[in-house]
């Protein structure tokens, strides 16, 4: 492989790690999102188990 083709591979694989950092960051936010609604869900539960 010469210098060149390393230079352009190693840029590739830069440019696929800031991708996956980027889904990696968008999927922890979905998930804190989830646990959110969680929690607010089952407080509700809580409100509603009480009025009953």
Known sequence: MSLF?????LQI???LQVIA???TNAAH???A???AL???A???SQAYEKQT
């Open 33 to 35: 999102a989830l646990a």
């Open 13 to 15: 694989t830069d440019i």
């Open 38 to 40: 969680a929690a607010l």
């Open 5 to 9: 083709e390393s230079a352009i591979f």
């Open 42 to 44: 089952r407080r509700f």
């Open 21 to 23: 950092d980027r889904f």
């Open 29 to 31: 936010a979905a998930l």
